[in-house]
């Protein structure tokens, strides 16, 4: 079972989280199991999504 997005949601808000990082990905688990409506969708920081939506460019991208 995936997780639902902002692509599938788009009027749900969005939780974005850190993909790479185990705790994280336990908290949007939790999270989602607690919403259990899709009144949220998740996505990584990494997805190229959040870069085009929010104009954010990952630390790494531009530091790495």
Do not use: M
Not at 12 to 23: L, N
Request: charged share 25%; proline share 6%.
């Amino acid at each position: 079972h995936g997780r639902p997005t902002p692509r599938e949601f788009p009027d749900a808000d969005v939780v974005i989280y850190d993909g790479r990082c185990i705790f994280c990905q336990g908290q949007v688990k939790n999270l989602q199991w607690l919403d259990g409506k899709n009144r949220l969708a998740f996505i990584s920081l990494h997805d190229p999504w959040v870069a085009e939506q929010f104009q954010y460019t990952c630390f790494e991208d531009t530091h790495g």
